[in-house]
Nanobody, 126 residues
Framework: QVRLVESGGGLVQAGSSLRLSCDASGGDFDRYAMAWFRQASGKERELVAGILWNTGRTKYHRSVEGRFAISRDNVQNTVTLQMNSLKPEDTAVYYC???????????????????WGQGTQVTVSS
C-alpha cells in the first residue's frame, strides 16, 4: 500500500522560500505520476505541480510557473516542491499525491490520484 508523508510546511513572509518534501513508500513508483495539490480555505483542491516519475515530465499551475519547481529523487523515493517568491495567495494546505500507472502525462484532476498524504500547512504573510 502506497504511503505518502509530507514535511516542510510553515509560516513565512512574502518573498521567502520553502521546500516541501514527500517521502513515498509501498509502491513501484517508476511508472507513477506524483503531484502536489493545495487547498486554500473555502476553495477547491487544485494541482500545483506534477511529475512523471520515469520521464521527469512536469506540469505546473500557471500561477506558480517560474516560482515553483518539482523534482523527484529515485534513490530516496522523495518528491520535492521548491517554492520561491512566495505570495500570500500561496497560503493553503499542500498535499502530496500519487497516481498509479499507467500515466503518459501528469493527470490534472484530483480524482485521478489514488493515494494522498496527510497535508502540510503553508502560510505566507504579507
Amino acid at each position: 500500500q502506497v504511503r505518502l508523508v509530507e514535511s516542510g510546511g510553515g509560516l513565512v513572509q512574502a518573498g521567502s522560500s520553502l521546500r516541501l518534501s514527500c517521502d513515498a513508500s509501498g509502491g513501484d513508483f517508476d511508472r507513477y505520476a506524483m503531484a502536489w495539490f493545495r487547498q486554500a480555505s473555502g476553495k477547491e483542491r487544485e494541482l500545483v505541480a506534477g511529475i512523471l516519475w520515469n520521464t521527469g515530465r512536469t506540469k505546473y499551475h500557471r500561477s506558480v510557473e517560474g516560482r515553483f519547481a518539482i523534482s523527484r529523487d529515485n534513490v530516496q523515493n522523495t518528491v520535492t516542491l521548491q517554492m520561491n517568491s512566495l505570495k500570500p495567495e500561496d497560503t493553503a494546505v499542500y498535499y502530496c499525491a500519487a497516481s498509479s500507472p499507467p500515466n503518459f502525462w501528469v493527470p490534472p484532476q484530483k480524482d485521478q490520484y489514488d493515494s494522498w498524504g496527510q497535508g502540510t500547512q503553508v502560510t505566507v504573510s504579507s
